[in-house]
């Protein structure tokens, strides 16, 4: 029995023996493999998205100067017409008729200042001569001066009833896009006054202006720029095209924030010698956010996001990992733009940041090369949501960055 005992002790420190001698022989695990690249660098321009609609530099509602029957119209619904172009013609005779009667009453008011005249010449030489009074040739001095101002109040008269005649050819007051008439010959339209009928409307069509809103926040960023000498160029797509391919320049900002929104509204001017563009079309529209710049992209899954800071893992010659906090920027087809906290040189983890469990550790870097997807755009382009104090429906939308 003792024997047995011996025995099974003996069998126990031998299998002990064995495990340990196993786990000395697997030796410590292997480093980590990680995929690391350098960022790529690159010289690029954000710009900030917003959503608007084109309007007309000038909308003018057609409106004769006089009432009268429209005796013809000499255009046709959506002709684009010129300043000064005749529209509608309305009968004139009547206003001939009083043209007449004004020339008729200068012709009075003339007769009576030759009249007065020749009363104060004759009164004058009778004076000298005591045949008349002194009261007599004051009135007739007044007579005269009274004639004379009837004169004046006949041509003006005159050339009233002249400009009622000019009016009854209504002419377009700026060269645009005319929309339908919206009355035709043989009508009675009133005229004359705000309130008279609207006779067709006429929208300018070169240059047009895109309207937006953007957040105070834009609009303190902008100020400081243009005080700096900066531009603001901006680049426009309609809701069916992939490219912005229209340019125009930010040309003016309203005056004052809408409390209520925290907007402020925006305006471009944008050449549409073609026009194609119309008032009321939407669009998307890019403006300048910054001025060109060197920046560090790589790839958004290589950001680690912390409590209160992003860093990226670096790699360092000897193999350790060191995390470095980064001041990010928008994102560029999948890349993000690294303000600052990398080198060009440094070696990025790309992929397998997983697998790095603290600062330090020692890992297998293999060579790896960031890439980044074309967009149909002539520049590359993604989103990142920009910092703002307010929005609304057409507020900012997000912040791009295009390459230079």
């Known amino acids: 029995m003792r024997r047995l005992k011996i025995v099974a002790v003996s069998a126990m420190i ?19 493999q990680v995929t690391v690249a350098n960022p790529l660098s690159e010289r690029i321009v954000d710009w900030d998205d917003f959503t608007g609609r084109f309007e007309a530099t000038q909308t003018v509602d057609v409106r004769a100067r006089v009432g009268g029957y429209i005796q013809s119209v000499h255009f046709r619904d959506g002709d684009f017409v010129r300043r000064g172009q005749l529209l509608f013609t309305l009968d004139p005779r009547p206003a001939q008729a009083q043209v007449a009667a004004a020339r008729a009453t200068l012709a009075q008011a003339q007769a009576q200042v030759t009249l007065a005249r020749t009363n104060l010449t004759r009164s004058e030489g009778l004076l000298a001569s005591q045949a008349v009074s002194q009261a007599e040739v004051d009135t007739n001095r007044g007579a005269l001066l009274t004639a004379e101002a009837a004169v004046a109040s006949a041509n003006a008269n005159l050339r009233a009833r002249q400009l009622d005649l000019e009016f009854t050819r209504v002419t377009a007051p700026v060269s ?63 809701q069916d095209e992939a490219d912005f391919s229209r340019s125009g320049t930010l040309d003016f900002t309203d005056n004052s924030i809408n409390a209520s929104s925290g907007t402020i509204r925006l ?21 300048a956010g910054s001025g060109a710049y060197d920046a560090l992209l ?43 906290g990398i080198t060009a040189q440094d070696r990025v983890i790309i992929n397998g940041g997983s697998r790095v469990q603290q600062p330090g550790q020692k890992v297998k870097a293999v060579a790896g090369q960031i890439t980044r997807t074309q967009t149909t755009n002539t520049a590359p382009v ?14 900012l939308s997000g912040s791009v960055a295009i390459g230079d």
Do not use: H, W
């Open 382 to 395: 993604t989103y990142a949501p920009p910092a703002a104090t307010a929005t609304s429906a057409s507020a």
């Open 267 to 287: 305006r471009a001017v944008v050449p549409n010698g073609d026009g194609f563009l119309k008032p009321g079309m939407f669009g998307q529209v890019r403006v």
């Open 14 to 32: 031998a299998a002990a023996l064995y495990g340990c001698a196993k786990t000395e022989a697997a030796g410590p695990p292997p480093a980590a």
């Open 176 to 238: 645009g896009r005319a929309s339908d008439r919206r009355a035709d010959a043989g009508n009675l339209v009133a005229g004359g006054s705000s309130a008279a009928d609207v006779l067709t409307t006429i929208v300018s069509s070169t240059p047009i202006y895109f309207v937006f809103d953007g957040s105070e926040a834009t609009l303190l960023k902008y100020q400081r720029q243009v005080r700096a000498g900066g531009g603001a160029p901006v680049r426009i797509r309609l």
């Open 298 to 340: 790589i790839p958004d899954a290589a950001v680690s996001a912390g409590a209160d800071r992003r860093t990226v893992s670096v790699v360092a010659a000897d193999g350790s990992v060191t995390p470095r906090p980064v001041e990010l920027g928008p994102l560029i087809d999948g890349l993000r733009v690294i303000r600052s």
